[in-house]
């Protein structure tokens, strides 16, 4: 009996002893709309220092757009609504058609079709818009996405230059212009990159800067950039690659915002088809 219960007890140590030496198993995680658990997985804003909550996230897996995440109109009745434009300088309808998920990436397609919208008028040109207006809003926080901007060209070089189209990453409040505008990224005057901020008391304003690197091409060799905001009660900073290119202080909302992304067509030197494509949004809250 002593000798069971001896060779009983090394047993069970050896087995001990074999477990402990065993690896550890971490079960992978799937996609998610909400921040990782491990703090090291947390991406940070680039450039931009401090402690961060990530709040919001949609690196555009799979082959569909995520509907809890996004509308593909501008404020449609419906997510396949054919909706006009945002305002009477664009020349498109917004098709969720236009909107496509390939690749790891989101793309907004702008081509020459025509398409009748809600509003009951025919546009000859057809565009790809996204919005979070009924399922993401927030205020006060750093909004961030990375963006291939097409070169104005037409081709598929990798050196992008934005025109002569408006692409455009941008916060908007549900009362425009009495809650306030953010334009993060739009071209605008032909290959020219630069941010904007709108708002309203008895009369309109706006405010915004060109950064000289994003005057005519883009820098570096990339048509890939990242384009962010870091907005906080009465200070909205402008990032682009991690470096500041401006800041306002005037007007500076506090209303809750929802993210935008479109490929605007306006202007005479429109360059069809073109296409915008979306890597990534986040958005954090300071800690």
């Known amino acids: 009996m002593a000798h069971s219960v001896l060779r009983s007890a090394v047993l069970v140590g ?16 799937g996609v998610q709309r909400s921040a990782p658990s491990a703090e090291a997985a947390v991406p940070r804003p680039l450039g931009v220092g401090g402690q961060w909550r990530l709040i919001f996230w949609d690196g555009f897996a799979g082959s569909r757009l995520k509907t809890d995440n996004w509308q593909p109109n501008w404020l449609g009745l419906s997510d396949t609504t054919v909706t006009k434009p945002v305002n009477t300088d664009e020349r498109s309808c917004y098709d969720p058609r236009n909107v496509r998920v390939t690749g790891g990436t989101l793309r907004l397609k702008a081509e020459k079709r025509t398409c009748k919208a809600s509003n009951g008028r025919t546009y000859r040109y057809a565009s790809g818009l996204v919005q979070s207006r009924h399922d993401f809003q927030f205020t006060y926080g750093y909004a961030e996405a990375r963006i291939y901007l097409p070169p104005s060209n037409g081709s598929a070089a990798p050196r992008g230059s934005c025109g002569p189209n408006w692409p455009a990453f941008w916060l908007n409040g549900d009362n425009w212009r009495t809650d306030g505008e953010f334009d993060v990224m739009e071209c605008l005057s032909g290959n020219d990159v630069a941010w904007h901020v709108h708002w309203a ?87």
């Open 14 to 29: 050896l087995l001990g002893l074999l477990v402990a030496a065993l690896p550890a198993v971490v079960p992978t995680q």
């Open 201 to 287: 008391t008895n009369k309109k304003h706006s405010a915004g800067g060109y950064p000289k690197a994003w005057r005519n091409d883009m820098p570096g060799s990339s048509g890939w950039h990242v384009f962010g905001v870091d907005w906080s009660p009465g200070r909205a900073t402008f990032y682009y690659d991690g470096k500041k290119v401006g800041t306002q202080r005037s007007g500076v909302t506090g209303k809750s915002h929802y993210l935008i992304l479109n490929l605007g067509v306006s202007g005479s030197a429109i360059k069809v088809p073109q296409t915008m494509q979306v890597e990534y949004v986040r958005v954090w809250k300071r800690r």
